[in-house]
C-alpha cells in the first residue's frame, strides 16, 4: 500500500521557519516528480513547489519563490519543504503529492496533509 506521510506542520511566529517532511512508503518514488500543495480555509488547493525525480529542477508559485525551498533524497524517499519568513498568508493544510505531470499535476498519490498555522 502506497503511503505518503507528510511531517514537521505547526505553529510558527512571522518571520519564522519550518521544515516539512513527506515520507513514502510502499513504493520508490525515485523515478517520479514530486510536489508540494497547499489549501488554506476556504479557498481551492494551490501549487506551491515541485521537483523533479533527479531533483536537478524545481519550480515554484511566484507567492513562495525566495523564501520556499523544496529538495528530496532519494535513498530515503523523503521529499522536503524548508520555509522561511513565513506570512500569516501562508497557513493552510500543506500536501505531498508525487508522480505526476510537473510542476501542477495532476498527481497520483497524496498524503493526509500537515497543519501549518503563521501568527502575525
Known amino acids: 500500500q502506497v503511503q505518503l506521510v507528510e511531517s514537521g506542520g505547526g505553529l510558527v511566529q512571522a518571520g519564522g521557519s519550518l521544515r516539512l517532511s513527506c515520507a513514502a512508503s510502499?513504493?520508490?518514488?525515485?523515478?517520479?516528480?514530486m510536489g508540494w500543495f497547499r489549501q488554506a480555509p476556504g479557498k481551492e488547493r494551490e501549487f506551491v513547489a515541485a521537483?523533479?525525480?533527479?531533483?536537478?529542477?524545481?519550480y515554484y508559485a511566484d507567492s513562495v519563490k525566495g523564501r520556499f525551498t523544496i529538495s528530496r533524497d532519494n535513498a530515503k524517499n523523503t521529499e522536503y519543504l524548508h520555509m522561511n519568513s513565513l506570512k500569516p498568508e501562508d497557513t493552510a493544510i500543506y500536501y505531498c503529492?508525487?508522480?505526476?505531470?510537473?510542476?501542477?499535476?495532476?498527481?497520483?498519490?497524496w498524503g493526509q496533509g500537515t497543519q501549518v498555522t503563521v501568527s502575525s
Open positions: 510502499g513504493r520508490t518514488f525515485s523515478s517520479d516528480n
Open positions: 503529492a508525487a508522480r505526476g505531470l510537473i510542476p501542477h499535476g495532476p498527481y497520483r498519490y
Open positions: 521537483i523533479t525525480s533527479s531533483g536537478g529542477r524545481t
